[in-house]
């Protein structure tokens, strides 16, 4: 049993994100809905215990935990040798935190939680995929993409000139847009975005965690 455990489904991508910046940083970790021959199922008291908004992932390390994603990541951060993955520039560094909290909330809500979840989790009678609200959610997620699209700029990564803790927020959702085929003529309307995706598919990092084979659907 590693000293780090990640409580969460790998498919997760927040959990994903949290995953990421382990890599990243070289720190041994395990990831799953059991610790400790302990069950955190979702809405489980196992978990409402360790987060009380009953979401993932929670980060046990040793005798602590922690939850909300962006707050595990500088965590991990700090806590951590291995790469900074925040810049020391109080700027940038605010930026970064700035982008955390706005892939984390906007973001996260208009890519995965109304575009994404509507097309892998279909809610429509027969298990069929709600076109309605799929067209409802589309125009969000162009504009996300928009956004994001102008943030990367020339630049290889969402802030600065290295890899931070933005990128491992941003990187498990875009992958999975890009992934999705019929997202693909938002994803040509966002090349740079594409681009970055791949970059970060290529990195070590992405390459353990990445290109969710588990993702169903
Ligand atoms: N603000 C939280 C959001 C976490 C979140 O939405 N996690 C999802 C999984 S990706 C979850 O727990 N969903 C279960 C549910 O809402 O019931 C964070 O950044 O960690």
Redesign the pocket.
């Known amino acids: 049993m590693s000293a780090v455990h990640i409580i969460?489904p790998t498919f997760?991508?927040?959990?994903r994100s949290v995953m990421l910046t382990c890599h990243e940083k070289g720190i041994e970790f395990d990831a799953g809905m059991t610790h400790g021959g302990t069950r955190y199922g979702?809405?489980a008291p196992e978990l409402t215990t360790l987060n009380p908004f009953?979401?993932?992932?929670v980060l046990i390390h040793g005798e602590h935990s922690l939850?909300?994603?962006?707050s595990i990541c500088r965590y991990l951060d700090a806590e951590f040798d291995g790469p900074a993955l925040q810049p020391t520039d109080s700027v940038q560094r605010a930026q970064v935190d700035q982008w955390c909290a706005a892939l984390?909330t906007q973001v996260?809500q208009a890519i995965?939680r109304r575009y994404l979840l509507e097309l892998v989790f279909p809610k429509g009678p027969d298990g069929s995929v709600r076109e309605d609200q799929v067209r409802e959610a589309t125009p969000d997620v162009a504009r996300v993409l928009a956004i994001l699209e102008q943030q990367l700029g020339d630049g290889d990564y969402l802030v600065g000139k290295t890899f931070t803790l933005a990128d491992a927020i941003a990187a498990p959702m875009l992958d999975y847009l890009v992934g999705t085929p019929p997202a693909r003529g938002l994803i040509d309307k966002a090349p740079r975005v594409e681009a970055y995706v791949e970059r970060l598919r290529e990195r070590a990092s992405g390459k353990a965690v990445l290109v969710a084979p588990e993702f169903p659907g």
Not at 12 to 15: A, E, G, K, L, Q
Not at 54 to 57: C, H, L, S
Not at 67 to 70: C, W
Request: charged share 20%.
């Open positions: 969460g997760s991508n927040f959990v979702l809405h009953d979401k993932v992932p939850f909300e994603t962006a984390s996260d995965v």
